[in-house]
């Protein structure tokens, strides 16, 4: 009996235990914004078309040609060729500090996409929404911007003390027509990390990674390298001299070369034979080169720390996060995006992906993929059909060609009896 009891409150403890982490992970996951454009054409109440410029690009909901779910792949469609494009969704506003924070959306660039942004804009809760613009200030910029063939990269842009730095590192997007999920994750230890498709392509520190501080250190001003420093690692052979033969003009005149025989010199001048490459011609002599007795090595500027640097632990930290926004340019309209998801936790934003891009990813690939082969099918018969065509009009052409010769040897035949008919009379005359 005692050991039924003391099990039973073995087991009770760690259910309380269970539900201890259950609620402490609850209030810390955290989603402070999520739009997946699953209620139709409510999205407008949510989201505000900036009036900056009276010419900004048209939004539409939709999926596309080709998608994995009809509805639940609906989002934001750029619908204009060669436009800009501005407009964002308001949520309450919220600090980073000492949190993680997580920034995540889904592009499929069904056009083809030939330049254009695909990347979204985090802004501070003070933005004037009618007023977005390109120079409005933004606390991040991420996601990926497509530009012919040289620039297919992901945007990771923080704004820092007033003044946007872009990260150092290239980090490749993705460039085909399918759906795509972009993730960027700022940690409080100044950590960051970037996923394509739920799978890390990047990761690092913000002091490494951007020129957000100036360097720990510097080179020493003061240090000058010596005079008598030698840094030549090999030197001319001083015991190697030049062959007496060596000097050879570079081109000589043609020995083969003769004086065409109607040569005016009154006319022409003086005939000088054509130049051509000298065969033992060498080129510059220059000695050997032999270890240099005295080398040093490379010399190394020595360093000092730097006065102007201070270290900074809030790099990451932005205190009135309350705006998302999509601010970009595109020459072919087409991109669509899709479930934006702003949180402080990771796992949540995995899971999160799993269940919506994770879901529809491989029936959208199908479809793509059916579309592809049903066009390539039409394509093949439309050649298939010009081929017959052609070779039919080849055929009426040579048929056409030998019954106008067949005509014309009927008309020559003709000729010809009426010729020797009328030549009877004269031969008997």
Known sequence: ???????????????????????????????????????????????????????????????????GDAEKDKGLQTSQDARFYAVSARFDSFSNEGKPLVIQFTVKHEQKIDCGGGYVKVFPADLEQTEMH????????????????????????????????????????????????????????????????????????????????????????????????????????????????????ENIPDPDAKKPEDWDEDMDGEWEPPMIPNPEYKGEWKPKQIDNPNYKGAWVHPEIENPEYSPDSNIYKFDNIGVLGLDLWQVKSGTIFDNFLITDDVKEAEEIGKETWGVTKEPEKKMKQEQDDLKRKEEEEKNKEQDTEAAADEDEEEEEEEEEEETQEDTDEAL??????????????
């Not at 010809?416 to 005359?429: G, I, M, N």
Request: glycine content about 6%; overall charge negative; aromatic content about 12%.
């Open 134 to 249: 390109g120079e409005s200030s933004y606390y991040i910029m991420f996601g990926p911007d497509i530009c012919g063939y040289s620039t297919k990269k992901v945007h990771v842009i923080f704004n820092y003390k007033g003044k946007n730095h872009l990260i150092k590192k290239e980090i490749k997007c993705k460039d085909d027509e399918l759906t795509h999920l972009y993730t960027l994750i700022l940690n409080p230890d100044q950590t960051y990390e970037v996923k394509i498709d739920n799978e890390k392509v990047e990761s690092g520190s913000l002091e490494e990674d951007w020129d957000f501080l100036p360097p720990k250190k510097i080179k020493d001003p003061e240090a000058k390298k010596p005079e008598d420093w030698d840094d030549r690692a090999k030197i001319d052979d001083p015991s190697d001299t030049k062959p007496e033969d060596w000097d050879k003009p």
């Open 416 to 429: 010809s009896e009426t010729d020797e008919e009328d030549a009877k009379p004269k031969d008997e005359l």
């Open 1 to 67: 009996e005692l050991l039924k009891v003391e099990l039973k409150m073995g087991k009770t403890q760690v259910l309380g235990v269970i539900a201890v982490i259950l609620a402490v992970y609850c209030v810390h996951a955290k989603i402070y914004f999520r739009e997946e454009f699953l209620d139709g054409d409510e999205w407008r109440s949510r989201w505000v078309n900036s009036k900056h410029k009276s010419d900004y690009g048209e939004w539409k909901l939709t999926a596309g040609d080709f998608y």
